[in-house]
Every structure is written in C-alpha cells, then in structure tokens.
C-alpha cells in the first residue's frame, strides 16, 4: 500500500456517508463525543460523551435524536414513578335465568 503525502490524505470515511452543514453550507458533519448541557427547572444540568454531529467549519451542533429522547424521558419528572392505574368497577352479576335443575333419577 502506498503512503499518500500528508497534504493529500485519504478521507476517513467514504464521499456518500458525508453530510454537508446546514448552518453555513461549506463545513462537513462529524460525529463528536460532547459535553451536552440543558437546565431542568432552575438546575444546569450536564451529560458528558453526548453524541453530536459538528460541523467542522462553523461548529454548528446537531446532536442525535435519538439520544436526545432517551435523555428527555430520563429526566421526566415523571420518570421513575408508578403508573396510575384506573379503577374500574365491577361489573354487575347477570340476573340467572329460572331454569329449573334436571331431575335426578
């Protein structure tokens, strides 16, 4: 295998994986590892590692969906918590036809 000078390098991925930036339309998307910070309430939260793809131009962060839900229901206020279960009422006992029972031989 050749070595390519250091100017003219093999892309790391191939021409079709990449996603141009939509912010400035020049810099190429590139899935970083980052610090994500959000508040809940008055709270600063922080989640270390968070999937996001960086534009390497403009520095535009569009971070993954899915990851982003997962941390939405994480920290629901509701998360962890019992679901209320609805109480039904019983239903009534059926009126029992007059039938008289089979005669016994």
Known sequence: MRELPSMMQEPSEPEEYRTICTECQTGILQ???ITYFTWLGEELITVP???AWVCDVCGNRIYDERSVTLLVMLLNPEAGKPTRRVKRTPRPDRPKPNIPPPPLD
């Open 31 to 33: 899935l970083e590892y």
């Open 49 to 51: 590692n968070f999937p």
